[in-house]
Structures are given as structure tokens and as C-alpha cells.
């Protein structure tokens, strides 16, 4: 400022000299310049405008014009002051050239700034501060190439002078490239480490670096350098970099909440000191309480991310986008869909998504396309993974690498949009796809998970072992990994396995929503359970049941004991009127059940009343499980819980055996060939063999269609018994069974059921008769620890060669606790 303050000496000396020219007096002239040099710009420039008015030729008096104008951050005025001067000046002093070059600058007449830059540069060439100028109007212009170029160039001859290194940073930031931005501000630093300005543009090149620890750092290095303003903007840039910063993998799994800990901890200091200082810190205060959301939802604090966004709302704080996709996300994993879709649209149809990476935009589709899932909107879900499937390409493009490698996004949209065919029940297609696409990339762990899941749907739980088995010896310490195998564990019957796997997975990652998958299904496999099955005749004449007949069989089994073994005790309670009387039957039972690996066998003893005393009981069941489709079973029962009541009320029991073959391919198709003979204890032998099968005809993510088929034979070798006992006979009966889901909500589902069936029965020594039947059911399941459902059955068919009709109800009940 030293010429500038001579200039106006100069033109002070010459205005008190000419008296007959200035309506003021020298001290006064004196003491207005003195209170504009102390910041009182006004009534300096207003004697001025006088003068001027006055006197438009006056040269000197119009440089101290320009000046002061310039020193008030008017540059319209400096501007109309300097282009009123007629002739144009030849030669001004390099102060008003200066200020009229920035006068311009400041009105973004580019041209005209550059002309005076120029033109100050050709007169004064030892003074860098034109130079300086002009590489910066040329980068505020746009030519940010050309200014590169000049600022290069002055580097080079001047690379001492730290003002130029600034210019070149100032070129630099107009190129977008902050790293050599700070690389000339640090030179500048070094050149002059005590200079205020220097240090304050070392700050900003650091922070617009990305680097706000140093930034802040070297700021509160410097106290009072930077203002309050400034310093809290530092502060924030400093936490939101932690925010950031937690988001990254961890070296440790124990560490990864560390960063976002710290974050919170100066959130946490932040917050209520900014609070304290009221309106002048407002701003900045939103901006910390916003920013905090991204740390709590990194540190899987979704209820409090939640907190803090409905609390900004309630302000009526619009909430900046950058932070609705976390805020999504919380609503997501807190079970609101509906809300986080809500979110997520708003996120991706802003006209700022344009700007997103292709691995954001691919984040906050997926985060849609689960949020529509679990919401139950299933088309709109498909067509979103399938658009956002479609914008990865398979390969991608590194510059300055010659070879293309695999897109890791174009895999994960892959994998995604195949579980999106799992989840609307087409497991075939989702099972074929992911197949192929394991066999793509065999090394990928996410891939071979997302296969065993839905092997593990798909009810082949030691195909979904085998692949977890191969993605284990690649990470085995994987999330995913574990949770999956503790899933299929549970379904294979390994419960040590189970778990194990659960309980390190609550050690470990108990914020995790997998971790509380696993953790809830071993909760529930604890629990004791409740079965209840009944059935009641409505309108019945069947010789078989009886009329007004009703039946309930209760069992509980208790907690499981040592993994592998629940004891269990219940009983049950038959009635019905035949032509000879009322039949009751009453009995009670406990025993002992082991399900292990491939293997479930129960030993029960019981007891029985039928009207002729109580007698013992006694039954043994084992299943075994070769593989995933082939399974065999056997039973023997000493006093038959299935004897017909009739015959029970004639004090005819019977004794059974039991046998069975069942061949699964999978939760679509199933057929099984079962063979039990029966003694009763009035000397005839009954054999009894049915092929019973299912096969899926439609499915859907709300509706199932079922093609069952029972062929059932029996055969017996007594005739005129008391009780309903054909010679031989054949019942044919096919149904379609219709399920329709009313209601979903996760592990809630309410649904109903529709039964048409129709038939043949042929019983020797009677003409062959139609079987038809239809029926109505509803079912409840509640948090998999719950379910009980109703089913009314409408039955026309023959025996011995008479029609019969029935209407019964049957219900049952499960239920854990």
C-alpha cells in the first residue's frame, strides 16, 4: 500500500497548491485521506465526487478517486470514475491500474481486467503483482490452460516469490487439481512461513485436498489467523472426514467402529458448544447435526440416525441430499420400508444423481430395490435391479492400462438382480443364474453365499453346505459366510455347528442384520414347542368317522436337552356316534425324540382308554436323509393312534408297522411310496400302500399353484367286522391347491388356501364311484415361533356303493415358546 499512500501525498501537495481549485482546505484535505486510509472511506469519496463534478480534469484528484473507491470495494464507482476521464490516461500509476484491473475483475469484464493487467506488466515489470493478477483473471475467465501455461511460466523465472506460486495454485484449483494446488501453496509456505495470507491459502489448499486434519491443525497453529467462521468450517471439514474415514474397511474387525467413534465423540463436543453460541453459529451447527447422521449410521446406530433426521425435519430443515441415502439405509434396516423407498427415489431423481460415481448410484438402486422388496412391491423391485443391471457393462476401462478388466459392480448387479429372482419365488431361474455366474467367478464369496441361500430355500440344505464348505477357504471369517452356515446348519440338524457360528457371530458383528437372522432362529430352535392338531365333523354320515364326531391330539416337547434330544409328552381325545354307539377314545403319551444329522427317531409309551380299561402303548419312528433328495423312514406302533374309532369301540385295537420312501428334487416337486401293514387284534391284516406326490404349476411371489396326487390301494383279510373294512380297494383323487398370501410383513404372513379335487374309488364287489372334494383354509405365521391355521373340507365319495357327504373342519396349531 506504501506508492498508493504516496500517490496520494503527491495529490494533496498539488491540491493545496492550487487553492483556487479545492474547496477545502489542506488539513482538511489531509484529515479525510488520513480517515480514509483508517477505513472512513465515505467522506473522502464524497469530496471527492464534488471535486470532480467540479473540476472533471483534475487528473490527480481522479487517481485518488479510483483509489479510495477501489480501497471501499466499489468498483462501479472506481470504474465510472476512471472511464469519465477524458483523454484516457497514457501512463496511470501502477496503483490505479491495479485497482481498476480489480475493479473489472470484480465486474467479470474479463477483457478489460486483462488489458490493465497487461498493460501494468509492460510498465512495471519488476512488480509480479500484475502478473499475479492476470493468471488469475484468466483462470476466473475459463482459460484455466492458458493460465496454467503463464503460471508455469512465471514460476520459472520467479521462483522465489511466493505470491506467483499462489497465482499457479489459483490456476491449478480452476483445473480441478487440488494436489498441485497444495503443492505451490506449500512451496508459497515455505518461501514465506510468516506472511498471514500465505498461510491462510496453505489452509484452504489443504482443505480443499481433502486433507482437514492438517488444515484445522495448522489453523489452531496459528490462532486468530482465521475466523470464527472459518475455524468452525474447519472443525466440521474435520469430522465429516472421520465420518468419511470410518466408512473405510478396517485392518481389524474389532477396530472398524473406531474412526466412527471418534467422530461421534467430536460430535458429541461440537454440537452443544456451537449450541451456546446461538444465531451467529446456526448454520454451521445444522450442518455438524447433519453430517453426525453419516457417523451413527456407520456406527450402526440406526435408531439414533432416525432420531436426528426426524428431529432436523420437525425444524423444517431440508435435509441435503448427500445424507438421505444413509438415512434410507436406517429406515431400511429398521424395518420401514415404505419410508426408505420414499428416500431412496428422492436420492436417485435429483438432478443431481447425474454427478454420482457409478458404485453410489448402483448403492442407492440396490438400497431401492430392497427396500421395494421387503415392501412387497415386486414388479417395481424388478425393474429396478433389471435397469440398474443394465447399466454395467461386463468389462471397464483404466486409463493408461492397456488390458480391460472385470467390472466388480457389473458382478454385484448380477448377483443382486439373481436374488431378486429368488425373492419373487422364481428360485428356478434365480437358481440357474447364479449357477452360471459361480461358475464365472468361482473365486467370489459373495456369489457362492447368495447360491447357498438359495440352495437353502430351494430345501437342499448339503448343496448349500457344499458351497459355503468352498467359499469358507477363501474368507472364512466372512459375515455372510457364517451366518449362511449357521442357517444351513440349523436345517441339516447340526446344532453345535449352529450354535457355535451364532455365537461367535454375536461376538463379533452383533449390529449385523444376518447376525440377528441366526441369533433369532437359534432363539426359536430353544424354545419348547406346542403342537396341536384337530378335526371335527360338521355334517358327516361316514361309516368311517361317524356323525358328530371330534378329535384333538395335544404333544409338547421341551427344550432341546444336550442339542440332540427333547422330551415330549401329550394326549389326545377322539369321539364319534356309529350304529352301535358313541365311540370315545382317550390316551396319553411321553417319550423321547433325537434329531441329529440325517437322522430324527422318537421312543414313546402311552396309554389308552376306549371304554374296556386302560391298556399300554407303545411306538418307535426313524427318518433318515441320504442326501438332499432321497429320504427313507420307518415306524412300529403297539396300539395304533390311527385304529379307527369304530373299531376301537368295539374293542378292536390294532398294531402297525410302517415304511416309506420319498424322493424331493426340490420345494417344487416331491413324491413319496409308503407301505404299513396293520394286525388288529381281532385277527385281521390289513395292508395298506399310497403313492401320494406334488407337483408346482404356477408360482408367484403372492399366489401358488399345486398339482397333488394321492393313489392310495389297501387291502384287508376279514370281511363283516365292525368297522368300515373293505375286501380290497383303489381311491384315485388328484387336487389343485391354490395358496394366496393376504398378508406379508417379513416373518408375519397371513394367507389363505383353496382346495378342488376330484377322483375316482373302485371297492371290490361294488361299482366303481367319483370322488370330488373342495375346501377353504386360512393360515397365520408370526415371527417363526407361531403358526396355526383352519381348513374346511367338503368330501362326496362312496362307501360300499353308497354315497357319502362330509363337511369337516381341521385345524392345527404350532407354537413356540
Request: hydrophobic share 40%.
Amino acid at each position: 500500500m506504501k506508492p498508493a499512500f504516496q500517490c496520494l501525498i503527491l495529490v494533496t501537495m498539488l491540491l493545496a497548491a492550487n487553492t483556487a481549485s479545492a474547496r477545502v482546505s489542506r488539513a482538511d484535505y489531509d484529515a479525510l485521506i488520513r480517515g480514509a486510509r483508517s477505513g472512513n472511506y465515505e467522506p473522502a469519496l464524497a469530496m471527492l465526487r464534488e471535486h470532480g463534478a467540479q473540476h472533471p480534469g483534475d487528473l490527480r484528484a481522479a487517481y485518488d478517486h479510483i483509489l479510495i473507491a477501489g480501497w471501499a470495494a466499489r468498483p462501479d464507482e472506481a470504474i465510472a470514475t476512471y472511464e469519465a476521464l477524458q483523454p484516457a490516461p497514457n501512463r496511470p500509476p501502477a496503483d490505479v491500474l491495479k485497482t481498476m484491473a480489480q475493479a473489472y475483475r470484480d465486474r467479470q469484464r474479463w477483457d478489460d481486467a486483462l488489458t490493465r493487467y497487461r498493460q501494468g506488466r509492460s510498465r512495471y515489470p519488476r512488480q509480479t503483482s500484475f502478473v499475479v493478477g492476470e493468471i488469475m483473471v484468466l483462470t476466473d475467465a475459463g482459460r484455466t490452460d492458458e493460465a496454467v501455461r503463464l503460471g508455469e511460466e512465471q514460476v520459472a523465472e520467479h521462483p522465489g516469490d511466493p505470491d506467483v506460486r499462489l497465482a499457479l495454485g489459483y490456476a491449478y484449483r480452476g483445473a480441478h487439481s487440488p494436489y498441485a494446488v497444495l503443492q505451490e501453496a506449500d512451496q508459497a509456505r515455505t518461501l514465506a512461513p510468516t506472511k498471514p495470507y500465505v498461510i491462510r491459502e496453505y489452509v484452504a489448499a489443504l482443505e480443499h485436498a481433502g486433507l482437514p486434519v492438517a488444515a484445522l491443525a495448522i489453523a489452531r497453529q496459528h490462532a486468530g489467523l482465521m475466523s470464527d467462521t472459518q475455524l468452525r468450517n474447519l472443525e466440521a471439514d474435520h469430522a465429516a472426514e472421520l465420518s468419511r474415514l470410518a466408512d473405510m474397511p478396517a485392518r481389524q474387525e474389532s477396530e472398524r467402529f473406531v474412526i466412527a467413534d471418534r467422530a461421534l465423540a467430536e460430535y458429541e463436543r461440537l454440537i452443544p458448544a456451537w449450541e451456546a453460541l446461538g444465531p451467529e453459529a446456526r448454520n454451521d451447527l445444522l450442518r455438524i447435526r447433519v453430517d453426525r447422521l453419516q457417523a451413527l449410521y456407520t456406527r450402526m446406530r440406526m435408531q439414533d440416525v432416525v432420531a436426528g433426521y426426524e428431529a432436523l425435519q420437525a425444524e423444517g430443515i431440508e435435509i441435503p441430499r448427500y445424507a438421505l441415502d444413509d438415512v434410507a439405509g436406517a429406515y431400511l434396516y429398521l424395518r420401514q420400508p415404505e419410508t426408505a423407498a420414499h428416500l431412496y427415489r428422492q436420492v436417485i431423481n435429483d438432478s443431481a444423481s447425474r454427478l454420482d460415481s457409478p458404485g453410489d448410484r448402483l448403492s442407492n438402486e440396490t438400497g431401492l430395490f430392497y427396500s421395494l422388496i421387503e415392501s412387497e412391491q415386486f414388479d417395481e423391485a424388478t425393474r429396478v435391479i433389471e435397469a440398474a443391471r443394465a447399466r454395467q457393462p461386463t468389462w471397464r476401462h483404466i486409463k493408461g492400462v492397456a488390458q480391460k478388466i472385470p467390472n466388480d459392480l457389473h458382478l454385484y448387479s448380477e448377483q443382486t438382480a439373481a436374488l431378486g429372482l429368488f425373492y419373487v419365488d422364481d428360485t428356478v431361474a434365480a437358481q440357474s443364474r447364479l449357477e452360471e455366474l459361480v461358475g464365472q467367478a468361482p473365486r467370489n464369496v459373495g456369489l457362492r453365499a447368495a447360491l447357498a441361500n438359495v440352495y437353502r430355500g430351494r430345501d437342499r440344505p448339503r448343496s448349500s453346505e457344499a458351497q459355503l464348505k468352498m467359499a469358507e477357504a477363501l474368507e472364512p471369517r466372512s459375515v455372510e459366510l457364517e451366518a449362511g452356515q449357521g442357517l444351513t446348519a440349523l436345517d441339516l440338524q447340526e446344532w453345535r455347528q449352529a450354535r457355535s457360528l451364532a455365537l461367535d457371530l454375536a461376538a463379533r458383528f452383533p449390529e449385523e442384520k444376518s447376525t440377528d437372522t441366526l441369533a433369532r432362529r437359534w432363539d426359536v430352535h430353544n424354545k419348547a414347542e406346542l403342537r396341536v392338531t384337530g378335526n371335527g365333523g360338521i355334517a358327516s354320515d361316514s361309516p368311517v368317522s361317524g356323525s358328530g364326531d371330534f378329535g384333538i391330539d395335544t404333544v409338547l416337547y421341551s427344550a432341546p436337552l444336550d442339542y440332540n434330544w427333547r422330551v415330549f409328552g401329550g394326549g389326545g381325545y377322539a369321539t364319534g356316534d356309529f350304529e352301535e354307539g358313541r365311540g370315545n377314545y382317550r390316551w396319553l403319551r411321553t417319550g423321547l425324540e433325537w434329531r441329529g444329522r440325517d437322522l430324527t427317531a422318537e421312543l414313546e409309551v402311552s396309554t389308552h382308554n376306549y371304554g374296556y380299561g386302560t391298556k399300554p402303548g407303545a411306538r418307535a419312528t426313524g427318518a433318515y436323509e441320504f442326501d438332499d433328495h432321497w429320504q427313507v423312514g420307518a415306524s412300529a406302533e403297539l396300539r395304533s393312534r390311527d385304529t379307527p374309532l369304530r373299531a376301537l369301540r368295539s374293542d378292536i385295537s390294532s398294531n402297525t408297522l410302517g415304511a416309506f420312501v420319498r424322493w424331493r428334487a426340490n420345494e417344487r416337486r416331491e413324491w413319496t411310496f409308503s407301505l404299513s401293514p396293520a394286525r388288529f387284534s381281532d385277527g385281521n391284516d390289513r395292508l395298506t400302500a399310497v403313492i401320494s406326490g406334488r407337483e408346482r404349476l404356477y408360482t408367484s411371489p403372492r399366489l401358488k399353484a399345486d398339482l397333488q396326487m394321492s393313489i392310495a390301494a389297501s387291502r384287508n383279510s376279514m370281511e363283516n367286522v365292525p368297522y368300515f373294512n373293505p375286501r380290497a380297494d383303489l381311491e384315485a383323487v388328484p387336487t389343485v391347491n391354490l395358496t394366496h398370501i393376504l398378508y406379508r410383513r417379513y416373518e408375519t404372513v397371513w394367507e389363505q388356501s383353496f382346495l378342488l379335487g376330484g377322483g375316482v374309488y373302485a371297492q371290490r364287489g361294488y361299482s366303481p364311484g367319483a370322488i370330488a372334494a373342495l375346501g377353504y383354509g386360512m393360515r397365520y405365521h408370526f415371527n417363526d415361533a407361531a403358526d396355526i391355521g383352519a381348513t374346511l373340507t367338503g368330501i362326496s365319495r362312496p362307501y360300499d356303493g353308497v354315497r357319502e357327504r362330509e363337511l369337516r373342519i381341521l385345524f392345527e396349531m404350532n407354537f413356540r415358546f
